[in-house]
């Protein structure tokens, strides 16, 4: 399957160089430069790359070298001028850390992109002065990246994850990437050294290995070829200049839609005021991804010295994200923050903020529940729903699951509002499916609508089957991976599957179940992957408010008759991309999203400016 996948992609990519070319960005190689542009991509390598290189040859007095983790490679075959005897010799492209995968030669109107290891390959007398090189070959390995240990034998988790990442650097390797021109003697040498079976571990290229680079030419100031940009607005409610906490008490639950509105004005505020109310007695909140340019856990440290109570449940085990997660809790704990890392042999998953504030009439509890991590990176790339809220059940729910994340003791835990896993998700869903079909009638036809990332647990799958042969029509929306196959005569022929795909990576996840009129809405962090609903701790939350359900509603629906972006899965598990019929200018989901949430921003300015119009007349008079 992965050689089939690798055949797919390789034709992608020359249709993908083909356009680019069209457009004046042109993927070559250093042999076919004119004369001056080659000598100044020499020089350019000279002063800027080639102080960073350094060839290990491969002898008996040089044992063959460490290769890291998709690092890339160039095997080189050299010989002395008056010697037969040939020697290896491996050199590491110095990718990363600042130097670019392509060397640009642009002239005024054309980008000539130059993969660094080409030039590498082409300049070797300066690694080599002297020696003849006979051959140049680029290879990648790949390492085993599930390294990890048993929790229940840990005595320190934080030094079980540190362990991992360490075994990490050094895992086995199951993976040779290759050139195809490489000679069949020294793939078999690669193989052996390596540990690998040479035929079904070595995977040929006839294609640039290390595809992930070519996110630099993305990077390429070329506006014709980029997105309009796109400026998220402020939530309506969020509008108000008064303290966002009066805001959540007087105007009700707000439903905030990342990237369309802001992640700062909204989230980040949300923790930022929560740091300097003098009224705020208490934050907690859970991690499962941040980054550097996130402001949350500078105004979790300002609340610290500020005397708040703050408890933080960092989940350690975040896949490729450990070590930054690691430097992020020992800051914390630094400045007297309460950290945790969640409960052993479960990964905390849910994206939940609790701030604890003393109103006028006592004690108020304040909630974010969101559908994606507190990252300001990802706020702007990917699409992710957010609940603030002082509804009282749903303040209680998530009291005691934090008490559960910070202690790990698991007495029976009765939530009154939110879906919680590992315990209270998946049968909670399976008894809705379950109910949407008993409710199901002609009269009062059952409907279930879920968006979502993935769909892979085989008793979900196994019940949506069972709803579409009872009659319910089940709409899905679900971006990657999705085991049920809809149309299928007789099991599944009321299902139908849409992928979405477009400019926003679709995030979010909604739960709908049309309940016989008595409709209900949830929006959380669980996927309806076996691992989200059995092994992860996970916070589903019920959205009550009609506003907010429409809102949702329409979300959903807007996707669902996507012409543009959306792609049908067949009964065979295939997909087929959507074209417009009547309309050309169909926009796709997503652009109608903007270009909505620009019109209810310039619509809520206008009302804003016409109110304080009307206090200016007001006080000249």
């Given at each position: 399957?992965?050689?089939?996948?690798?055949?797919?992609?390789?034709?992608?990519?020359?249709?993908?160089?083909?356009?680019?070319?069209?457009?004046?960005?042109?993927?070559?190689?250093?042999?076919?430069?004119?004369?001056?542009?080659?000598?100044?991509?020499?020089?350019?390598?000279?002063?800027?790359?080639?102080?960073?290189?350094?060839?290990?040859?491969?002898?008996?007095?040089?044992?063959?070298?460490?290769?890291?983790?998709?690092?890339?490679?160039?095997?080189?075959?050299?010989?002395?001028?008056?010697?037969?005897?040939?020697?290896?010799?491996?050199?590491?492209?110095?990718?990363?850390?600042?130097?670019?995968?392509?060397?640009?030669?642009?002239?005024?109107?054309?980008?000539?992109?130059?993969?660094?290891?080409?030039?590498?390959?082409?300049?070797?007398?300066?690694?080599?002065?002297?020696?003849?090189?006979?051959?140049?070959?680029?290879?990648?390995?790949?390492?085993?990246?599930?390294?990890?240990?048993?929790?229940?034998?840990?005595?320190?988790?934080?030094?079980?994850?540190?362990?991992?990442?360490?075994?990490?650097?050094?895992?086995?390797?199951?993976?040779?990437?290759?050139?195809?021109?490489?000679?069949?003697?020294?793939?078999?040498?690669?193989?052996?050294?390596?540990?690998?079976?040479?035929?079904?571990?070595?995977?040929?290229?006839?294609?640039?290995?290390?595809?992930?680079?070519?996110?630099?030419?993305?990077?390429?100031?070329?506006?014709?070829?980029?997105?309009?940009?796109?400026?998220?607005?402020?939530?309506?409610?969020?509008?108000?200049?008064?303290?966002?906490?009066?805001?959540?008490?007087?105007?009700?639950?707000?439903?905030?839609?990342?990237?369309?509105?802001?992640?700062?004005?909204?989230?980040?505020?949300?923790?930022?005021?929560?740091?300097?109310?003098?009224?705020?007695?208490?934050?907690?909140?859970?991690?499962?991804?941040?980054?550097?340019?996130?402001?949350?856990?500078?105004?979790?440290?300002?609340?610290?010295?500020?005397?708040?109570?703050?408890?933080?449940?960092?989940?350690?085990?975040?896949?490729?994200?450990?070590?930054?997660?690691?430097?992020?809790?020992?800051?914390?704990?630094?400045?007297?923050?309460?950290?945790?890392?969640?409960?052993?042999?479960?990964?905390?998953?849910?994206?939940?903020?609790?701030?604890?504030?003393?109103?006028?009439?006592?004690?108020?509890?304040?909630?974010?529940?969101?559908?994606?991590?507190?990252?300001?990176?990802?706020?702007?790339?990917?699409?992710?729903?957010?609940?603030?809220?002082?509804?009282?059940?749903?303040?209680?729910?998530?009291?005691?699951?934090?008490?559960?994340?910070?202690?790990?003791?698991?007495?029976?835990?009765?939530?009154?509002?939110?879906?919680?896993?590992?315990?209270?998700?998946?049968r909670p869903l399976l008894d809705k499916i379950g109910r949407e079909i008993e409710r199901h009638t002609e009269t009062q036809p059952g409907l279930i609508r879920f968006k979502c990332n993935a769909i892979e647990d085989a008793d979900i799958a196994r019940a949506l089957y069972r709803a579409s042969q009872a009659g319910v029509t089940v709409e899905l929306i679900v971006r990657d991976t999705c085991r049920l196959r809809p149309g299928v005569p007789g099991l599944s022929?009321?299902?139908?599957?849409?992928?979405?795909?477009?400019?926003?990576?679709?995030?979010?996840?909604?739960?709908?179940?049309?309940?016989?009129?008595?409709?209900?809405?949830?929006?959380?962090s669980a996927d309806l992957m076996t691992r989200n609903l059995v092994s992860r701790v996970e916070v589903l939350a019920p959205v009550a408010e009609p506003a907010l359900r429409e809102e949702l509603r329409y979300i959903l629906e807007t996707q669902l008759a996507d012409r543009r972006s959306a792609w049908d899965m067949q009964p065979d598990g295939g997909y087929v991309q959507r074209r417009p019929t009547d309309d050309d200018d169909a926009k796709d989901s997503q652009?109608?999203?903007?270009?909505?949430?620009?019109?209810?921003?310039?619509?809520?300015?206008?009302?804003?400016?016409?109110?304080?119009?009307?206090?200016?007349?007001?006080?000249?008079?």
């Amino acid at each position: 399957m992965i050689r089939r996948l690798q055949h797919s992609k390789g034709e992608i990519f020359r249709d993908l160089i083909g356009l680019l070319a069209k457009h004046g960005i042109v993927l070559t190689t250093y042999d076919r430069l004119p004369d001056a542009q080659r000598e100044a991509m020499r020089e350019h390598y000279f002063e800027n790359i080639f102080p960073l290189v350094t060839p290990l040859a491969m002898d008996p007095a040089h044992p063959f070298p460490f290769i890291s983790n998709l690092s890339l490679n160039l095997l080189v075959t050299l010989q002395q001028a008056d010697e037969s005897s040939r020697i290896l010799a491996r050199v590491k492209v110095p990718v990363g850390a600042g130097v670019p995968r392509f060397i640009d030669a642009h002239t005024d109107d054309t980008h000539y992109l130059v993969p660094l290891e080409d030039v590498m390959a082409h300049n070797l007398d300066l690694l080599f002065p002297g020696m003849a090189i006979n051959s140049c070959e680029v290879f990648r390995v790949t390492r085993n990246a599930n390294t990890e240990h048993d929790e229940e034998q840990a005595d320190d988790l934080l030094v079980l994850i540190e362990a991992e990442l360490r075994d990490r650097k050094f895992a086995p390797i199951v993976r040779l990437q290759i050139d195809q021109t490489m000679a069949p003697l020294h793939r078999g040498m690669l193989a052996a050294e390596l540990g690998l079976d040479e035929t079904d571990d070595v995977y040929e290229r006839d294609v640039l290995i290390g595809m992930h680079d070519l996110m630099e030419i993305a990077g390429l100031d070329i506006p014709e070829l980029h997105d309009a940009p796109h400026h998220p607005i402020t939530n309506d409610k969020l509008q108000d200049e008064r303290n966002i906490f009066h805001i959540i008490r007087d105007a009700g639950p707000i439903l905030l839609h990342h990237p369309y509105e802001s992640f700062a004005t909204s989230v980040e505020r949300f923790v930022r005021e929560a740091s300097t109310d003098p009224k705020v007695l208490a934050i907690k909140m859970s991690f499962y991804r941040t980054s550097a340019d996130t402001r949350i856990i500078e105004s979790l440290i300002e609340a610290a010295r500020n005397g708040k109570q703050v408890a933080v449940v960092i989940e350690l085990k975040a896949r490729f994200d450990e070590s930054a997660n690691i430097g992020w809790a020992s800051r914390m704990e630094e400045v007297g923050i309460h950290v945790t890392y969640g409960v052993i042999g479960v990964k905390t998953h849910a994206k939940i903020a609790l701030v604890v504030r003393k109103d006028y009439d006592g004690l108020r509890r304040y909630a974010h529940i969101g559908t994606g991590n507190y990252h300001a990176g990802t706020a702007r790339q990917y699409a992710d729903l957010g609940l603030l809220t002082c509804d009282k059940d749903i303040a209680k729910d998530l009291t005691e699951l934090f008490n559960y994340l910070t202690t790990g003791c698991k007495p029976s835990r009765r939530y009154r509002a939110i879906l919680a896993g590992p315990k209270a998700l998946k049968r909670p869903l399976l008894d809705k499916i379950g109910r949407e079909i008993e409710r199901h009638t002609e009269t009062q036809p059952g409907l279930i609508r879920f968006k979502c990332n993935a769909i892979e647990d085989a008793d979900i799958a196994r019940a949506l089957y069972r709803a579409s042969q009872a009659g319910v029509t089940v709409e899905l929306i679900v971006r990657d991976t999705c085991r049920l196959r809809p149309g299928v005569p007789g099991l599944s022929e009321t299902i139908s599957v849409v992928s979405i795909v477009g400019r926003f990576l679709e995030h979010s996840r909604i739960y709908y179940f049309r309940n016989g009129g008595d409709e209900e809405y949830f929006i959380g962090s669980a996927d309806l992957m076996t691992r989200n609903l059995v092994s992860r701790v996970e916070v589903l939350a019920p959205v009550a408010e009609p506003a907010l359900r429409e809102e949702l509603r329409y979300i959903l629906e807007t996707q669902l008759a996507d012409r543009r972006s959306a792609w049908d899965m067949q009964p065979d598990g295939g997909y087929v991309q959507r074209r417009p019929t009547d309309d050309d200018d169909a926009k796709d989901s997503q652009q109608m999203l903007i270009e909505r949430a620009a019109k209810r921003d310039f619509e809520a300015n206008r009302l804003r400016n016409r109110k304080l119009r009307s206090i200016a007349r007001r006080t000249i008079r």
